[in-house]
């Protein structure tokens, strides 16, 4: 399945695996 990301109150926000970081 497809990895989401999403961004939340100034900072991206890690959704179904997806790691991202804050910035």
Same mark, same amino acid.
Request: glycine share 14%.
């Given at each position: %399945?497809?990895?989401?990301?999403f +961004?939340? %109150?100034?900072? +991206? ?5 997806? +790691?991202?970081?804050?910035?």
């Amino acid at each position: %399945m497809p990895k989401i990301c999403f +961004f939340s %109150m100034g900072r +991206f926000v890690q959704v179904d695996g997806c +790691f991202a970081s804050e910035g």
